[in-house]
């Protein structure tokens, strides 16, 4: 296994040789090198599943963070309700001690804040992913954006696929 410059050295045979330099090296980029004869296509495809996400649009980001926020808050639905329940108990219990508590304000505030809960986590999330995305795209013009090396993953289907029919002369 060899850890070269792509630019300082050329594969001559089965070594390393090093460049000479003919023009300034504006961008360093290290590749290694597996082994090399059979394999260099192999290292050829490898090398080029690495992509680099440079910018993202701000509108789908805002869009998919609000909707995960907003599932999100469809989470805190039962605590709430479960909240305004109790609410109602500890009312009802206040009330018979002498206080002027209306018992039906807990579970009416409950489905209030129930209903409220998932569009508020949702706006959120929106307001949040789209500046994010702002951010993201600015920070990326500067430094490259993030790279990744993806895999082409074997695709499996329902029904195999049939064989390609003969082809007849033409007449």
Do not use: C
Not at 12 to 25: A, I
Not at 120 to 138: D, K, P, Q, V
């Amino acid at each position: 296994m060899y850890l070269a410059d792509s630019r300082s050295t050329s594969v001559s045979g089965n070594y390393l040789t090093p460049k000479r330099e003919t023009e300034p090296n504006h961008s360093r980029h290290v590749v290694l090198f597996l082994e090399l004869g059979q394999h260099a296509t192999d290292f050829i495809y490898r090398s080029s599943l690495m992509h680099r996400i440079k910018s993202v649009g701000v509108m789908s980001v805002a869009k998919v963070m609000g909707l995960i926020y907003g599932a999100m808050g469809l989470l805190f639905i039962p605590f709430l309700l479960l909240f305004g329940i109790l609410a109602s108990v500890g009312a009802k219990q206040a009330q018979q001690t002498g206080a002027n508590i209306p018992v039906a304000i807990g579970p009416a505030i409950a489905v209030v804040l129930a209903i409220a809960a998932p569009i508020f986590y949702g706006l959120m999330g929106f307001i949040t992913g789209a500046i994010s995305a702002l951010i993201y795209n600015l920070i990326a013009g500067w430094v490259g954006g993030i790279e990744m090396e993806l895999e082409i993953a074997p695709v499996q289907g329902v029904l195999p696929v049939p064989p390609p029919l003969p082809q007849t002369p033409a007449m």
